[in-house]
């Protein structure tokens, strides 16, 4: 490796790597096995670095940093607890294909193995869970495992990457800051050929009589929101999203039919039933969407994806492209013909009407969906919205619309709770100048509610809005529908005053439980730039709907007027 | 369907409990791994055998393939390539059937590696099917202590 003539160190070396890369944030904690990381930190006038109050939201901030930019999400965490705190933010943006490098201390080379004191194998500990992990062991090697390491987080399906960074090792001196050879492969990080039979593929889809596009989080990470509408529109093909390709397409658009699956619009399900063809773009079969031989098992199936271990491996497909989204539609599109498709576009504009997304409103409780459709009104459908997981995060994914990619951060593989606060304050940094709101249950936000202290620190104008049923509420309605209502562990009467605690931290608040005070509540909860917690008192029975019940397929998809009509609502 | 699966790596450690996680967390199901260094030392050869339907082992290579340590999966046919095991087999011997048991060595062509009052101590190699043939006319001696190295396999050259 080419040898630079002054020697530094090499926890100065990550710094001045991280600078260059164009990392300016990063979001962390501090330990022994870190300090001397922190201590190049320090002298860096160019990163600035977010003291989080949990490594987990540490991770979560830098997801929902990664998520609302586009850029890679960056976090610190010291050896051994500090280290294993990453874990769940690992596997959250292994699932959802999140951008992440970590960055952990570790023990002197020396001890490693030896149960040392905040010790523990981090890099065997997320082996499953990271696109690419490393023990550094030489100073001489930072280099290059930064290069692969940012290089594979970001290339081809996004994910998370885990650098060990050893005591010793930062502190050790090195001249080695570039790398001449890399040891991956370039197919971990370069965008690879169009893979597959154009022709053919664009073929079976100008055949299609009644075609449907199925969205998914690929699509944002391809970026090829702009070429999916083209496709859609140049074709007159319906779209549907999964939870993570919300924002791929427009939410408001004639030809958008929300989103499938288990708790997808009846009208998009009623599409996947009905369509001949279905187009996966950058989705994966997930089985809260799809089941295996029952999924749109009377349409031809064709899929379009970066990551080839996705082709046939929980539904079978008649038609596959791989490649990078962006890349792969834009060579396909002059291959389709523009068609007008009345009849099936007309046929799901009547399903939109007379199956529309319905709850009761009949009564002067607040339902959660009414006050989301109200939230989308007033924020003009411009915030960026976090979620936690639960109902909470159904109903913002059915009623709060989406213009465009990168405003929708959710768990969507992991179902995370804890994910919410944190990515809204990740998204925070990484947009100052939009509203961002996380949209959270009682249960969920306490999973990581010590994050406050974060976002009054840094003067954060995160908006909160927790809906409280006094209940963990999708799993209170799991258990009244599949176990006899007996609500095992699922109820708890006691939550702390959330708007006091927000006090705390002096962060304003108010509670709202009547629907009159709707309106001021929103008023109050928008006005300026601000952090707020608004807590919203919601009935305990309130349920989720449409629902296919797991395991289950479209065809058993429960909606809110068969519940009215067996009088079971 | 057995497949045999040539896989090279790069030879540094952690990279068999990547691959091997693999396996484990995806639940597919590994008859033998064999791994050894290339004539590259910074290269090494994974050789594992799995069972299962085609689409099956289509899932594993591609699962293999995101691996950035996994430089290349091969799938090599069972007709198309040679493939041997070795094993060592401790087998119960008596004045009675020492004979016997050395000329099923010779018609083997397994060599002996250790013999005392009692025991016997056999090396064999070959193929899947060679191996478990011996050790089927090993059984009814009595196997006390069997060690196997996993199959290895290289195709055939056409030159
Ligand atoms: C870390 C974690 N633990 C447990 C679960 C299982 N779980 C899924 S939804 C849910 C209830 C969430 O309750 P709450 O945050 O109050 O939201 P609600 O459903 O009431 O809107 C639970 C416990 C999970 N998703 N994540």
């Known amino acids: ?569 | 369907m057995k497949h045999i699966l040539k896989i090279l790596v790069n030879n540094h450690p952690g990279v068999m409990s990547h691959v091997s996680g693999l396996f484990t967390r995806r639940s597919y199901n590994i008859d033998s791994i064999a791994v050894g260094m290339t004539q590259d030392p910074e290269i090494s050869n994974m050789v594992i055998v799995v069972k299962g339907d085609d689409s099956v082992v289509e899932q594993v290579k591609r699962q293999l393939l995101k691996l950035p340590d996994v430089i290349e999966v091969e799938d090599l046919a069972y007709h198309d390539c040679i493939s041997r095991e070795l094993v060592l087999v401790v087998v119960k011997v008596e004045d009675s059937n020492r004979t016997e048991i050395i000329s099923i060595c010779e018609v083997f062509q397994a060599k002996i590696a250790d013999l005392t009052k009692t025991t016997m101590t056999i090396e064999f190699s070959g193929n899947t099917r060679q191996v478990e043939h011996f050790m089927e006319m090993m059984q009814k001696y009595g196997i006390q202590e069997i060690a196997r190295t996993g199959q290895i396999a290289l195709k055939y050259r056409s030159t």
Not at chain 1, 277 to 289: K, M, S
Not at chain 1, 419 to 444: E, H, M, Q, R, W
Not at chain 1, 503 to 525: Q, V
Not at chain 1, 535 to 561: L, N, R, T
């Open chain 1, 1 to 569: 490796m080419p040898k630079t003539e002054a020697k530094i160190s090499g926890a100065r070396l990550m710094v001045e790597l991280l600078e260059e890369y164009g990392v300016d944030i990063v979001f962390g904690y501090p330990g022994g096995a870190i300090l001397p990381f922190y201590d190049e930190l320090y002298k860096s006038t160019k990163i600035k670095h977010i003291l989080v109050r949990h490594e987990q939201g540490a991770i979560h901030m830098a997801e929902g940093y990664a998520r609302s930019t586009g850029k890679l999400g960056v976090c610190i965490a010291t050896s051994g607890p500090g280290a294993t705190n990453l874990v769940t933010g690992l596997t959250d943006a292994k699932l959802d294909s999140v951008p992440i490098l970590a960055i952990t201390g570790q023990v002197a080379t020396n001890a490693i193995g030896t149960d040392a004191f905040q010790e523990a194998d981090i890099y065997g500990i997320t082996i499953p869970i990271t696109k690419y992990n490393a023990l550094i062991k030489s100073a001489d090697d930072i280099a290059r495992h930064f290069q692969e390491a940012t290089l594979v987080a970001l290339g081809g399906r996004p994910g998370p990457v885990l650098l060990d960074f050893p005591k010793d090792v930062q502190t050790e001196l090195t001249s080695v800051r570039k790398v001449d050879k890399l040891k991956i492969d370039s197919r971990h990080y370069q965008k690879p050929p169009i893979g597959g039979d154009l022709d053919s593929f664009a073929a079976a889809l100008n055949k299609a009589k009644r075609p449907l596009l199925y969205v998914g989080g690929g699509a944002i990470n391809a970026n090829a929101s702009k070429e999916i509408r083209e496709m859609a529109e140049k074709g007159n093909i319906p779209v549907t999203t999964t939870l993570m390709g919300i924002g791929a397409f427009p939410g408001t658009h004639q030809l958008s039919v929300g989103m499938l699956g288990m708790h997808g619009t009846a009208y998009a399900n009623k599409a996947v039933l009905e369509c001949d063809y279905i187009l996966n773009l950058g989705a994966r079969f997930d089985d809260r969407v799809a089941k295996p031989g029952e999924f749109a098992e009377n349409a031809v199936r064709a899929h379009i994806d970066i990551d080839t271990a996705e082709f046939n491996k929980r539904v079978s497909v008649d038609y596959l492209l791989h490649g990078d989204l962006k890349e792969v539609l834009k060579a396909l599109i002059p291959k389709v013909n523009k068609v007008d498709r009345p009849e099936w576009v007309g046929f799901l504009d009547t399903l939109k009407k007379n199956h529309p997304l319905e709850f009761d409103d009949t009564t002067d409780t607040i339902k959660p969906q009414g006050f989301l459709q109200k939230l989308y009104e007033k924020s003009k459908g411009k915030a960026i919205v976090s979620t936690d997981v639960g109902q909470h995060q159904m109903w913002a994914a059915q009623y709060y619309l989406f213009e465009e990619a990168n405003r929708w951060l959710t768990s969507g593989g992991l179902g995370t709770m804890g994910y919410g606060l944190p990515a809204a304050i990740g998204a925070k940094f990484g947009n100052p100048n939009k509203t961002v709101i996380c949209v959270s249950g009682d249960g969920s936000i306490q999973m990581n509610i010590q994050e406050l202290a974060t976002i009054a620190m840094y003067k954060k104008g995160v908006k909160i809005l927790i809906f409280n049923n006094n209940f963990l509420g999708m799993v209170r309605q799991w258990q009244e529908l599949f176990y006899e209502e007996r609500f095992s562990e699922s109820e708890w009467n006691y939550n702390p005053d959330f708007v006091k605690l927000g006090e705390a931290y002096s962060i304003k608040g108010l509670r709202i439980s009547n629907k009159s005070e709707i309106d001021k509540a929103l008023e109050f909860f928008l006005e300026d730039d601000d952090a707020r917690i608004l807590e919203v008192m919601i009935p305990a029975e309130e349920k989720v709907f449409p629902m296919i019940p797991a395991g289950k397929s479209q065809k058993d998809m429960i909606e809110f007027s068969d519940t009215v009509r067996a009088g079971k609502k």
